[in-house]
């Protein structure tokens, strides 16, 4: 294999930290487009989000690999959440993106 086995996404907010701006994504990333090797499949699902929530307060989101259910880690409080709340709970600064096993 010749691709990465994760891909981060890193949403630049430039040196004033416009964080009013929204990003919109998907729990699926297909990068066959960009990737051309020997007819490998670059699918990739995502694992984690990173969110800004106000100054000096983010938010993180993990899939849990045991129950392939999101949690969320808001300091020392982690509890269950959803694709919804992920998509919709802050601005996203950091997506984390895993590779789908053929």
């Known amino acids: 294999m010749v691709g990465p086995k ?46 800004y929530i106000q100054k000096n307060q983010y938010v993180a989101f993990c899939r849990s690999v045991k129950d392939n259910k999101w949690y969320k880690y808001d300091g020392p409080i982690a509890q269950e959440s959803s694709f919804k709340e992920v998509k919709n709970e802050g601005i996203h600064y950091l997506l984390f993106y895993s590779l789908i096993k053929n």
């Open 6 to 51: 994760v891909v981060i996404i890193y949403l630049e907010r430039g040196s004033e930290h416009k964080f009013d701006i929204k990003f919109d994504f998907n729990e699926k990333l297909n990068l066959n487009n960009f990737i051309e090797y020997k007819n490998v499949s670059y699918n990739y699902q995502l694992i984690g989000v990173v969110s």
